[in-house]
């Protein structure tokens, strides 16, 4: 009999909700393992909290001696970023007599400004997100635990569990050892910002476009994904509708199919990091990444990623022709990338550790076949 995992996440996000996508990715995977994955959403905006936690108390009789896996983050427990509820629905599971993991998609606060609200928001996020990881049996971070300020550098509860790509994988799409001298080269552009670094992503591009330009003659820029869509006249103008394919948000097929055609990802949406939905899905399509390095070293920079120093656009711009015009070293950041996706960042890899961290080995004449999944794809992550 399969072993059942309880995945309880907050509201729904809407137009798109990445820890969602994550749960039917990893769903999917650890299926291929004799386990269940039940994601179960607590709709608290839709029900009120009254009405979300009486449910939650009716569902919970269920899942004596099973493990609950929450989600944690800000905006998913509470409209203006103060979690307090997210403890009271941890506590609502313990008392069934589950065994709780928590998975902080946030484990540290959210940005936020100089005003006293901003203050109090953050020190609240810092309160609930320390007393989550108390209360919780397993704590389990996106990140290395080491890159995490607070977190206790000794305890056996806390435990680094990566994200994966919410793309189908097409790590050997295209094989690029040896192509074509006279090609023309594909940069790919996923996800732009919504916000005032807008103007400086779109500025990035300008630059990166023009030096690959003069230097290659021509060349093919695909931007897609959140934001790219709204920004299209900004774009076009900075960039000239020449060479330059505006594509908007499209399906996750779509997305795959693009980032492994392309020759390199361009990201200028922040620093590169592991825990950007976008810089997965290049590195789960084989890509080869350039973009600005984060403040703090990720097992992702062990990927075929070139980075450079944060916000330096003529070093972005001359790393994304040096990816260009040398073949041999695009291939060998494409081979990186491979082998990252197939160590650190696949699904299969994902749902390994959570099988060992929760010991949820099934006994072998107990796991069923290999089987392709049938959840449905969702849209990728942002």
């Known amino acids: 009999m399969a072993k059942t995992v309880i995945a309880l996440l907050g509201r729904k996000e809407r137009p798109t909700d990445g820890v969602a996508d994550y749960c039917t990715f990893l769903s999917a995977a650890l299926s291929n393992h004799g386990i269940n994955m039940e994601t179960v959403h607590v709709e608290w905006d839709q029900h009120g909290w009254g009405g979300a936690l009486s449910d939650l108390r009716r569902r919970r009789a269920n899942w004596r001696n099973s493990w609950v896996v929450l989600h944690y983050t800000a905006m998913a427990w509470s409209r203006r ?187 200028v949406y922040g620093s590169v990091s592991q825990t950007r939905g976008s810089v997965l899905a290049g590195i789960a399509c084989g890509l080869p990444i350039v973009g600005y390095a984060a403040a703090v070293r990720e097992p992702i920079c062990d990927a075929g990623v070139e980075l450079v120093p944060y916000r330096d656009r003529e070093a972005l711009a001359a790393g994304l022709l040096r990816v260009l015009n040398d073949d041999s070293l695009r291939a060998d950041l494409r081979q990186k990338s491979r082998d990252a996706q197939k160590r650190e960042f696949s699904w299969e890899s994902i749902a390994q550790k959570y099988i060992d961290a929760l010991d949820l080995n099934v006994a072998a004449t107990e796991t069923l076949p290999h089987m392709p999944s049938g959840n449905q794809v969702p849209h990728p992550a942002q």
Do not use: M
Request: glycine content about 8%; charged content about 25%; some cysteine.
């Open 81 to 267: 970023g103060f979690p307090v509820r997210f403890l009271h629905v941890l506590a609502n599971v313990r008392r069934s007599g589950s065994r709780c993991a928590v998975v902080f998609h946030e484990a540290v606060r959210q940005p936020g400004g100089a005003r006293l609200r901003d203050e109090a928001r953050g020190a609240c996020q810092d309160w609930v997100i320390r007393r989550a990881f108390r209360a919780a049996d397993k704590a389990i971070f996106t990140v290395p635990v080491g890159n995490i300020p607070w977190a206790p550098r000794n305890s056996t509860k806390a435990l680094y569990i990566p994200i994966g790509a919410n793309i189908p994988e097409r790590t050997c799409a295209r094989d690029l050892s040896a192509p074509p001298a006279q090609a023309q080269k594909t940069v790919a552009v996923f996800c732009l910002s919504q916000n005032s670094n807008l103007a400086l992503e779109i500025a990035d591009l300008a630059r990166a476009a023009e030096r690959v330009r003069d230097s290659l003659g021509t060349a093919r820029f695909v931007i897609l994904g959140k934001g790219s869509e709204e920004a299209r006249p900004k774009i076009e103008s900075a960039l000239g509708a020449k060479g330059v394919d505006v594509l908007g948000r499209v399906s996750a097929e779509d997305v795959a199919g693009t980032l492994a055609s392309s020759d390199v990802l361009l990201f």
